[in-house]
């Protein structure tokens, strides 16, 4: 099973030693983001995928670009969904020229037919160009829920986010119900109130039965959206080290799970 974590995980590093880091600690894949803004941080996806094809870094998920008070007018008539639909294409587009696994997209907002044509003409090119589109689920439970009610395609996934889940909609079996469209995970931990993506040394997830249920679910690689903000505690490199150990660990949680032990 692959190991991968996102490009940027908290430590304002140069790219080229971040991936390098990275590369060094035994992950195999990276996820990170469409949107130009983090340009300042990662370098633009044609630069940070010269420093993965160097470090031996297969691309995994693409994050959408997004800015979060703009996402509600994705459901509503005017300029502004529309200029987010041909956004959110722009980067299935990038995501194909690159190879990424998928896009991964926040929904928020009130659901409406306008929004689920927009979303529709997304998944025409989603298919075309053979990139899933994996809703992630985030502080807007009942809109994904909903996509997936009204929408039946096969190019739109789903993304697990564990963070999200132990903060929001905590008693909703996400996997479960939606374990059988999971192309993507964002792997992170929190203290179950606030939305900290940090480690399990630092957060409340029951990681063992976490992995019991990813072990119903077809699992190709354990990616860890981090952005440590105990900084002071953990160095660069300890942090990288103590994610690879969670991956292992929990890799071999699945297995054992699979295995009926």
């Not at 998928?102 to 044509?117: N, P, Q």
């Not at 996509?147 to 963070?163: E, P």
Request: aromatic share 12%; net charge positive; with cysteine.
């Amino acid at each position: 099973m692959k190991k991968g974590i996102s490009f940027y995980f908290g430590y304002d590093l140069p790219a080229e030693e971040r991936a390098r880091l990275i590369s060094e600690a035994g992950f195999d894949s990276v996820i990170t983001s469409a949107d130009p803004r983090f340009n300042f941080q990662n370098g633009s996806i044609r630069k940070q995928m010269k420093l993965f094809k160097k470090y031996n870094l297969m691309p995994s998920s693409l994050h959408m670009r997004y800015k979060t008070n703009e996402l509600p007018y994705f459901w509503k008539e005017g300029k502004k969904g529309e200029r987010l639909k041909r956004n959110l294409i722009k980067d299935v587009k990038l995501a194909s020229k690159y190879n990424f696994t998928c896009v991964v997209v926040h929904l928020a907002g009130e659901y409406s037919s306008i929004g689920e044509k927009r979303l529709k003409d997304v998944l025409k090119v989603c298919a075309k160009k053979d990139v899933p589109l994996a809703i992630e689920n985030i502080n807007y439970p009942e809109m994904l829920k909903k996509v997936f009610a009204n929408i039946n395609h096969g190019y739109l996934k789903f993304c697990y986010d564990s963070g999200h889940h132990n903060v929001y909609d905590k008693d909703f079996e996400y996997l479960k119900e939606y374990g059988n469209k999971l192309v993507a995970l964002h792997l992170h931990d929190n203290d179950g109130v606030n939305d900290q993506h940090t480690l399990n040394m630092f957060g409340t997830i029951d990681w063992k039965k976490l992995g019991k249920k990813l072990a119903f679910c077809d699992v190709k690689c354990l990616d860890y959206e981090l952005l440590l903000r105990k900084k002071s505690e953990i160095s660069c490199q300890e942090c990288l080290k103590k994610v690879k150990e969670q991956a292992d660990k929990l890799e071999k949680i699945i297995e054992e799970a699979k295995n009926g032990f």
